[in-house]
């Protein structure tokens, strides 16, 4: 295996038994960190057949990272953040507002890649119109799992929900990932294109057989 996944896979793990320890409020803490937990297993299931870009795996880190720490605090008392908040006088603490922004930067590479990979789409306007709809997708399915959770859990969801008291919360929340889904796909496609060629170059010859006719142009 790659030194590079497995490298994040063993501080992921590192960083989950930190987390997992003593948590601000246990069911908020399995709520966070279930998704970053059921990633991680289809990634380690899946590597053999389909290897991500060193970009998209250190992406999915990154957000694995997030999850952790507002898993650990609930994202309304991250320290840093209760910090900033006191610190410049804001309304509230913006941790979730971060993990929304990674709740659409992320998936918008991992997106990109599948999709570029596995469909014959090409780096263009109907890539980044579809890849922001499956980012747009995945901050509206959330914010339904939230709503579920919330109805099944009563008062004792709202650490997971981190309202924090803004009824307009849901909606900035997936502007926020829009936005960021946009962010990633201008800010990293040229990066992102130049490992996709390098990972398909370096695959065994039936993938690469398989992946060059949906690879991206030059």
């Known amino acids: 295996m790659n030194r590079g996944p497995v490298a994040l896979l063993a501080t992921f793990l590192a960083a989950l038994a930190w987390s997992a320890y003593r948590p601000h409020d246990p069911l908020t803490w399995g709520l966070e960190v279930a998704p970053a937990l059921l990633a991680v297993a289809l990634l ?6 389909f290897r991500f870009t060193p970009l998209a795996y250190t992406l999915m880190w990154l957000h694995a990272l997030l999850l952790l720490v507002g898993g650990h605090y609930t994202y309304a008392e991250v320290p840093l953040f209760n910090w900033l908040r006191d610190a410049f006088d804001l309304s509230r603490n913006h941790y979730d507002r971060l993990g929304h922004l990674a709740q659409g930067f992320v998936p918008a590479i991992v997106a ?67 936005a960021a889904a946009v ?36």
Do not use: N
């Open 44 to 49: 380690v299931a899946t590597y053999r057949r």
């Open 112 to 178: 990109r890649e599948v999709l570029l990979r596995t469909s014959p789409l090409r780096s263009g306007g109907w890539l980044f119109f579809l890849v922001t709809c499956v980012c747009g997708a995945v901050s509206a399915v959330y914010e339904l799992l939230e709503w579920v959770v919330a109805e099944a859990g009563g008062a004792t969801a709202e650490a997971f929900l981190a309202f924090q008291g803004d009824v307009w919360d849901t909606q900035k929340d997936m502007a926020l990932a829009l």
């Open 183 to 218: 962010a990633a796909q201008l800010l990293l496609a040229g990066v992102h294109d130049r490992q996709l060629r390098q990972v398909l170059h370096c695959s065994a010859p039936d993938a690469r057989d398989r992946d060059e006719s949906r690879s991206p142009r030059p």
